[in-house]
């Protein structure tokens, strides 16, 4: 499966943003589909994920309540909507395709997508 990340930008704080990953090959509805973030100097974060139906997903406490995930199989794409937007946000967001959500809280993801950059302006 290769993944490639779209849909970043610039936006101002309390802004918002959809990103979109686009997948192709095979089997894109066999993996539970995530997204992550890595700001310059830290540490890469899981910022959620969806099962492979699309009827489950899972945020971490800082983006819960701004962040969605979706995904449309028959597409071969998944989504990030995020709301809210605050300058913390900011970093180079990519798509990952895994087994299981562990897979994806553990970083131990099969395919890695190219990122998008979003930046957020206070």
């Known amino acids: 499966v290769q993944l490639q990340a779209s849909g970043g930008g610039l936006v101002q704080a309390g802004g918002s943003l959809r990103l979109s990953c686009a997948a192709s090959g095979r089997a894109f509805d066999y993996y539970y589909m995530g997204w992550f973030r890595q700001a310059p100097g830290k540490e890469r974060e899981f910022v959620g994920g969806?099962?492979?139906?699309?009827?489950?997903?899972y945020y971490p406490d800082s983006v819960e309540g701004r962040f969605t995930i979706s995904r449309d199989n028959a597409k071969n794409a998944v989504y990030l909507q995020m709301n809210s937007l605050k300058p913390e946000d900011t970093a180079v967001y990519y798509c990952a395709a895994a087994g299981t959500l562990t897979d994806h809280i553990k970083g131990t993801v099969n395919y890695w997508g190219k990122g998008t950059q979003v930046t957020v302006s206070s």
């Open positions: 969806i099962s492979t139906s699309g009827g489950s997903t």
